[in-house]
């Protein structure tokens, strides 16, 4: 009764990742339990996730093939539109969110344009990434995205995206900005599972510095401003005290990202017999919502509907 943070399955959005072919169910070495999924699978695994009581489900595709630019990312039949079509076909009630970023796509795997520098090293292209993020959102509105959520980290892509959803008449599709996304060892499993790893560099020119708390806020606030519907705090439990400020700070909807390193971690331990996975699940995603998050992404958002 007096308990102070309880939580609901309403709060969950399960991650899943999208891959071309048909009947594939194949489990991600770096993330046991999570899958690469054919739609046919997608839509099978959605529906069970639906029947869980969660609201909704947030795409990543991985692409047949990968260019300099990343077009899968934004053609009309590319791997996340495909899926949220058949999503939305399947399962109107499922709220289908898509992740945007072009790493997924490009063949260098950075999230945007690049320039190759001659000492080896590369300088990612800023301004004229941001066309091609608004293009890509535009076409997963069209394919029905209920809300984008532009993981890239590019200056000034939130008012780009907006601009460009608008000019195509998607005035009421939402943006979920992943504003406060730091660059973190923690995505690691995930690299694996999406083929995403820089080949050469890394994301530190584009993501934020661990070590600044008040700069996220900062970012946070520029987001809001060039219209941002909600704020994202990623990495989780790492950032608790980013999540916690921008709690008290802004009054729009908080979602933090329990991400693939997180979730692997708690895995690998459990499976080694150091701790309780199921106790290490609930303390974590109890933490994170107590910390300010409305909205829980998580790999574990099936096993905790399922026990809720
Ligand atoms: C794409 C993206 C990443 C994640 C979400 N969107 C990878 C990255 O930035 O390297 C990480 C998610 C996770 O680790 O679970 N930019």
């Known amino acids: 009764m007096v308990r ?39 839509v099978e695994e959605a529906r069970a996730i639906h029947g869980l009581g969660i609201p909704a489900v947030l795409l990543f595709g991985i692409p047949e093939s990968k260019d300099a630019q990343g077009s899968g990312a934004w053609a009309a039949d590319g791997i996340v539109q495909m899926a ?10 499922l709220q289908v969110i898509t992740d945007l970023c ?31 993020l608004a293009r890509t959102a535009v076409a997963q509105a069209e394919a029905g995205s209920d809300l984008i959520a532009p993981s890239d980290m590019m200056d000034g892509r939130v008012a780009a995206i907006r601009g460009g959803l608008d000019h195509a008449g998607h005035t009421a599709t939402p943006i979920l900005s ?45 987001d809001l401003d060039e219209g941002a519907d909600m704020l994202m705090v990623k990495p989780a439990l790492p950032y608790l005290d980013v999540l916690r400020m921008a709690r008290e700070r802004f009054d729009v909807p908080l979602a933090a990202y329990q991400v693939s390193g ?33 909205v829980l992404i998580t790999y574990f958002a099936r096993d905790a509907a399922a026990a809720l």
Not at 104 to 123: A, K, M
Not at 185 to 209: C, I, K, L, V, W
Request: include cysteine.
């Open 178 to 222: 992943y504003a406060a996304k730091f660059a973190s060892a923690f995505y690691g499993p995930f690299r694996e599972a999406a083929g995403s790893t820089p080949q050469a560099g890394d994301r530190t020119g584009y993501q934020m510095d661990m070590a600044n708390g008040r700069e996220a806020l900062r970012e946070m606030q520029l």
């Open 102 to 132: 072009l790493c997924e796509y490009t063949s260098h795997g950075h999230c945007g344009l690049i320039q190759p520098l001659g000492d080896g090293s590369v300088e990612v292209l800023n301004d004229p990434t941001l066309d091609l």
């Open 4 to 42: 102070e943070t309880r939580l609901s399955r309403e709060m969950l959005v399960q991650p899943l990742f999208v891959v071309p072919g048909k009947g594939v169910k194949q489990e991600i070495s770096s993330l046991p339990r999570q899958f690469h999924l054919s739609l046919d699978k997608l």
């Open 262 to 294: 997180e979730y692997a971690q708690i895995l690998a331990a459990a499976r080694a017999g150091w701790l309780d996975e199921s106790r290490a699940m609930w303390e974590s995603l109890t933490a994170i919502h107590r910390a300010g998050a409305d």
């Open 84 to 93: 949220t079509r058949a999503l939305k076909r399947a399962l109107p009630g």
